[in-house]
């Protein structure tokens, strides 16, 4: 196991410890050696998270972070927003690279931290400073290559930024935009709420939070950064659905009334040509979760509406898995990136069909 | 059972059909009198709608319509559009009363119809005549007490219509709409499709038709009648959604910037407050299909978003059952108003919970 | 309202309350005229079971049983064993009749209890006495005309008891029985678990408590009184299945190898021929759970099976809701018995299709 | 590419072909040169199943058997029954190997074939003689090793068996075997059917082919090769649960009354303790579809039951994906073996979770 990355995962008991460690435990390139959690300390990760069993030996153990990263390279943080702003700056010192899934260093406006996360946060410099790079390989794949920190993006902002990339990048992209994105339920996370109660879930659909997601801000972040006007905005509806896994998002935009089929093609395969991961839909079918379930892979799409005065309406899709490109296999493919590995690594087999 | 309304059903075979036998079965005053179909013609209901059994001893029957209303009273038609057309014109002046749950009689402009149906109407005249009344009873209750042909809304118009027909009804409503609705696997009818196949749709989100569903003209007609601007418009994107029973819709809306919560909560009150199937959300939560489903209530609310310019936001949610509320359910609600009944009957009791 | 039976629930915000409340806020001969709870004190019941919003002004109260029942005719419990047992001695006295649906009286056999219950019960002479009358309709109809106080059966016991019936009323039930039943995860009850997580539930089947589930004393009790060989057994298996509502369950039994179908046929025509609520499925369907979902029915059917020795396998087949006949319709099926009224009374209704 | 196997699909659009193409276009060394089909043909086969959307080129062509073997080391077959068996005969002298996923040469008695498949096998001699080597690996990995022609197992045979097989192996294994196994929809294939409409499977459990399944000869002839009695024998009741993917299996077993807890466990651990894919499941849990949906690993497990006379019984659980390990994966395993590469190459990843 000379020369391989070692690794530890900070919070393994969550559904994005879960993804995880399903990769890394079979990545050519690293060794896991340690993970914590507060819940089932002791257990066998096997024991915990079923689809493991036998492919580890490692179980939960509870320490301190500053002593959890002790001689690794990476940690991999997989817990909630709040708990993990204070786990960094214990471990930001350390020399240990960084790879976060929460929301808490994505954000470069400590302002919109306060207000959609409801706390001031602990470090507002190092939000402003960027210490940690956002980790969209689509976004700022160069940014990633030579960072040590990395913010992994959230599910919903993954799905919508990423339906509406092109128009961005295009420079097309202004005005309020508004969304309709349906999550399956786990997004959610491990600990049963009433909200994933199978009862009321499995035949249910009905919003939370409607217009005031903490992945609002982080939306308009990376479109702007892709070029959006910048006094593009956002009105955003989530919606619970009755699947496990997955999003679909649908956003209604506004483009210059000029704005013809040709170019959004030309803009959609300028954007994503190359991506390994990204796939636009064309030809009468549009994006839907059934594809890429399971799968880092992503589809896109969209749909030309009627001219309003100025403007023209286009309404994008996207839909992706939360759980792997919405998470912890998008976590992956930036710390691949980081790395030097082909981004690639662990990431590349499709999801199930059916 | 003297004394008894006389009603056939033509088209018994599928979901629309098997929803309003469940219910006129148990009506006080109706005597189910004859049901055709051309699918299982001579199997017994309760053979087919496996929740019939024992509740009636009526089998499917095959034969001409101006044949099967011959003695009824009243026709509930429960077929596809364009076969109804035809069935229409067959028993149009045979005296009976017609309930009509397809799409060829409810809108009054045909080129509307030719667009969004694909083909002419065999008898435009009867659209621009209004021949049928379009039996939404929070629209148009004292014109359904007079009809004689009622022609009950889609599932997607109704639960559209009725989120957005406060704003209506107060003169708020202008400009864009922008809706996205969620539907459960039964609004796709008794066939299977791959669309509705178990393995794919089990954990898929897709959208389909976006922009093109053909009950958009029938949601603006509707719109437009209750009040709004006349050149206010609609953007539709339909999704499939993983459950069978139920729609959930999301509509943004533009009001006055001037607009206040106070103003809207009064514009819901004043729309629905004596409406018997309504029911208006507040409180923190928003409307779900969990509370409705299986029965012929409406869930509604809405949330004030943002400024912009000289226009607010409004996003309006709207919850109902596809095949109660949104189709043979509310037939029978316009029904019962037609023939002076409390509109209630055999539609006042609650869904399940869960 | 003069005239009316005045029933209280205790116990409201469960799945089996919120189901009897569905019936009784119907029930033409029944006043609700109090509901205590001890979680959700002081809502109004439209703001916890979402279906009821708008149809009663009562809201949970939280009291004594003993100041509960004050006044009310029949007392409905809906809690959890051994809370229950300690309410029934607090008001048993007290001159309210009682329709209780939890698992605390419905055993004769105080020591099966304790074994199967895991507890000592408070009043073991109250079970030898047969306090409470067992109260599923099929099998002791007369006895429950003449009670005051109705034990309603659990809803796996009704199930598999209803399914295999026909042979212990036909002399032909002997020997052990192999049981597999699936069940929906509303029998879990309104309490998010682990184990009806959605994430988890959704896309899973497994058992628990195999060969040891509560109701093995219960449903052979039944048998034996509907005449079953007193040396019957059961073995049975429960498993989680990935839906709402509804029990499948499929029964393994040995009757005498001289036994034809045309004996059998005859039995489950004798045993069920006149029971308003059991549907006897034949002619190559056998029973499902689509078609009694929601509603009190029952679906029963067996299939002749090979001969071995002496003995012939018949496998047995029944499928009910589990929240309406084996919980909460049943119980007031026998409440009406119990009252004299027609037992159909708000139980009649089909359930839904699909 | 050189010294890769090239391998032709014949009958690429179902699941069971869908699942061996996710894996072999990962298989380091298999070429897929060339999938064959009568549907879709000319569609790219990311046009037909999503997921491999961008993954191959290739494209599902229309040509003779015969004709698609030209070249190839070795045909996976992914056909119904009796059409495979036709196919086979026109490529058995062809010198390619052949991994068979149909249910056309897995029995050795003609006899059996003929009743249970409900036509006259059209190589009765192909059966008698073995011509194809049965390909489960826990049952018979050396006769795997030097086959030609394989025949992959079904998937409730391949639970039940793997469910059994320790008892059979112990010499512990007689009479009569009572099982219920439920399954997902993936099991009915690709195309829709009353059965997998999902307004119907959503929130249904049934039975279908009650005691007349087809893999009944399957699953006797694998536990007698294993070593149980030979008179022992099935009654098996397939249930259609409602989820996409998954089998979970109860089988009611005899053994001698003496048999321990301990001699089980042990029979376990001999029968499995070396086996890649079998997890033994002990410890208070019990086998569930969750931990194995999406991979090639079986969850298998017991619970001891009660002595009656001479016997005692064992209630035997088995969990495992349908489409994995039951059909595609299994079939991947065998041919691995068969072509001497290690057994777990595409199939050691775990599924998801949830």
């Not at 402003?128 to 390989?137: E, K, L, Q, R, V």
């Not at 839907?288 to 896109?300: L, M």
Request: net charge neutral; charged share 15%.
């Amino acid at each position: 196991m000379a020369n391989k990355v070692k690794a530890v995962l900070i919070g393994g008991t969550g559904y994005g410890g879960s993804e995880i460690l399903r990769r890394l435990l079979f990545h050519p390139h690293v060794e896991v050696v340690r993970i914590t959690s507060v819940d089932n300390v002791g257990k066998k990760v096997g024991d915990v998270h079923f689809n493991l069993a036998g492919l580890t030996e490692l179980t939960f153990q509870e320490m301190p972070a500053a002593q959890a990263v002790a001689g690794a390279d990476v940690a991999f943080l997989a817990m909630p927003h709040k708990t993990t702003a204070k786990v960094v700056l214990d471990i930001i010192n350390s020399g240990v690279r960084i790879v976060d899934l929460s929301g808490d260093f994505r954000l470069r406006d400590a302002a919109a931290y306060a207000k959609y996360y409801g706390v001031e946060h602990p470090a507002p410099q190092m939000l402003s400073d960027g210490a940690f790079t956002y980790g969209m390989p689509e976004l700022n794949r160069e940014a990633i290559r030579k960072a040590r920190y990395i913010a992994s993006p959230g599910c919903f902002a993954t799905t919508i930024a990423l339906g509406l990339m092109p128009l961005a990048r295009a420079g097309l992209l202004s005005g309020p935009i508004h969304t309709v994105a349906a999550t399956g339920s786990s997004g959610s996370g491990a600990n049963p709420q009433i909200t994933t109660h199978h009862p009321l879930r499995a035949s249910n659909l009905r919003t939370y939070k409607p217009l005031e997601h903490q992945h609002i801000p982080e939306i308009l972040q990376s479109l702007r950064i892709a070029g959006a006007h910048p006094e593009t905005s956002l009105e955003f509806v989530p919606v619970s659905a009755p699947l496990p896994r997955g999003i679909f998002a649908t956003s209604f935009a506004e483009v210059p009334a000029s704005t013809t089929q040709e170019q959004l093609t030309a803009a959609w395969k300028s954007a994503y040509g190359s991506e390994p991961f990204i796939r636009v839909i064309s030809g009468g079918r549009q994006p839907e979760v059934i594809g890429v379930s399971g799968s880092n892979y992503v589809e896109v799409g969209f749909t030309l509406g009627p001219v309003t005065g100025a403007t023209r309406r286009v309404v994008c899709f996207s839909a992706l898995d939360n759980l792997v490109k919405g998470g912890a296999g998008q976590s992956i493919q930036s710390f691949n990136i980081m790395m030097g590995f082909d981004e690639r690594l662990t990431l590349a087999e499709p999801g199930l069909w059916p």
